[in-house]
């Protein structure tokens, strides 16, 4: 812990932390050091972790990197969190994140952007780290944590491990409980697990998961013990390679690395066969209306009444006016917009309900193909390396959010996906790919994943 925290100290440039808790973490280490002596503690006891400003931290600054959150203390634990401490962890901070979690880059933040490790060779250009989860990537790959918390609404856990060289999970919806989680589009959200390793993901996860009586949508199915699938056989398994995710204008660098993957996993003894995902084209649109309209009506909720930041006014509507227009950042503001106009009588049929048909037919591909006897479907993570801070936030909002074009499908049916490293591009930057299991089968994911590792 102390160890991290030096490193912590030393890493400021890279933004990764928005709150550190050395007092906090030195305390449970000590108390954890305690329980190791006498031989006890849990299966993570001791371990130093980063936790995404997304998740209520008790007593402890929780702002999902948002001006209106900026002075809010939570009273209570998130049941993930809290499930992570029961196992012994060590909390060393709250990670950076894009505002509300919504961003592909992590430059959408109230705190500022972060950077990553990584450079291009021979560059000193900053690098983004990917985003939302851009804190808990940059920390873990810095090794500014043993590992880190995130979470996933339409890529944001497998996007940013692709874009800094480490491995992310985002379980089935509803295997980790979201109570206490900043609600962005609650359909979507699912937290999950980063680490330099998959074996590391697998313990963290499993003490992340379970069911939560305070969460309806979490579900009562027993964990399994993901740390024992990493190194299984995936022999006989049928691999998916969907011919949708050959989008246009892919650089030959991923399709290259899509093949590779491919390869490792018939040499691992798997069967590669190619299916169909006939609605893919269609996910990016349909999400781009599912997750706004979710978030405009989860934020109504910052009114300067109830939570974080109040801006006075003459009356109560001039308060909420001026509360949230100091609040918000452009890119929230966006979604609220959007999220509104798709909702709103008149427009509600023509997208908000056709992109909730789109979203069955999304699934009922995905079905499909399961039914097939196919695992897991194999996708490179991201259509590009990481790029350089500054380079799309400005630019047409579109630009931004074609980076979650392979990522998005997995949250829309509500998958387990896992984003594994797998080499370097040509300017030596980390490039990922992505396996996308059965509903509740992480298992399989993580004996895939340790394959290609
Ligand atoms: N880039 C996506 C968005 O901005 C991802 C969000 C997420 O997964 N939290 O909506």
Redesign the pocket.
């Known amino acids: 812990t102390q160890a991290h925290l030096d490193a912590i100290e030393k890493a400021r440039v890279l933004n990764a932390y928005v709150l550190e808790t050395p007092d906090k973490a030195l305390a449970m280490a000590k108390a954890s050091d305690e329980k190791l002596a006498k031989g006890e503690g849990g299966p993570l006891e001791g371990l130093p972790l980063g936790i995404k400003d997304m998740f209520a931290t008790e007593g402890v600054r929780t702002t999902a990197c948002a001006a209106i959150l900026e002075n809010f203390v939570p009273v209570y634990e998130s049941t993930v969190t809290s499930h992570l401490w029961r196992d012994g962890a060590v909390m060393l901070g709250k990670l950076n994140n894009?505002e509300f979690?919504?961003?592909?880059s992590n430059e959408t933040s109230h705190f500022g952007p972060v950077i990553s490790p990584w450079r291009r060779t021979g560059s000193d250009a900053r690098i983004v780290p990917g985003?939302?989860s851009g804190g808990s990537a940059s920390a873990v790959a810095a090794s500014l944590c043993l590992g880190a918390t995130g979470?996933?609404?339409?890529?944001?856990i497998r996007?940013p491990a692709a874009f800094a060289g480490i491995v992310g999970v985002k379980p089935t919806y509803g295997r980790c409980s979201r109570w206490g989680i900043v609600a962005?589009a609650s359909s979507l959200d699912q937290a999950g697990p980063f680490a330099r390793t998959v074996k590391d993901t697998a313990v963290l996860l499993r003490s992340m998961a379970g069911h939560d009586p305070k969460d309806t949508t979490s579900v009562d199915l027993p964990v399994p013990d993901y740390e024992a699938a990493v190194g299984r056989s995936v022999k006989g398994m049928k691999i998916g390679i969907p011919k949708e995710y050959r989008v246009a204008g892919m650089p030959d660098e991923i399709e290259a690395l899509w093949r590779k993957g491919a390869e490792w996993l018939k040499a691992a003894g798997a069967e590669i066969v190619e299916v169909s995902l006939p609605h893919t084209k269609y996910a990016l649109p349909a999400y781009y209306i599912v997750?706004p309209a979710e978030a405009s009506s989860n934020l109504a909720r910052y009114d300067g009444v109830r939570y974080g930041v109040r801006v006075p006014g003459n009356d109560i509507v001039d308060m909420y006016e001026k509360t949230r227009a100091a609040g918000f950042g452009p890119e929230v503001r966006r979604r609220i917009m959007i999220g509104t106009y798709v909702l709103s009588a008149g427009y509600y049929d023509a997208y908000y309900r056709r992109a909730q048909q789109v979203r069955t037919l999304i699934k009922k591909d995905f079905e499909d193909c399961f039914a097939q006897g196919v695992s897991a479907i194999l996708t490179p993570a991201t259509p590009s390396a990481a790029f350089g801070i500054g380079e799309k936030v400005s630019g047409d909002p579109v630009e931004m959010?074609l980076?979650?074009i392979f990522t998005v499908t997995v949250?829309m049916a509500g998958l387990p996906g896992i984003a594994v490293p797998a080499g370097l591009d040509a300017q030596g930057l980390p490039l990922g790919l992505q396996l996308i299991g059965r509903p509740f089968d992480e298992e399989t994911l993580f004996s895939l994943a340790g394959a290609i590792e």
């Not at 979470?151 to 944001?156: E, I, N, V």
């Open positions: 894009d979690a919504m961003g592909s985003g939302s979470t996933d609404t339409g890529g944001s996007q962005f997750a959010y980076n979650d949250n």
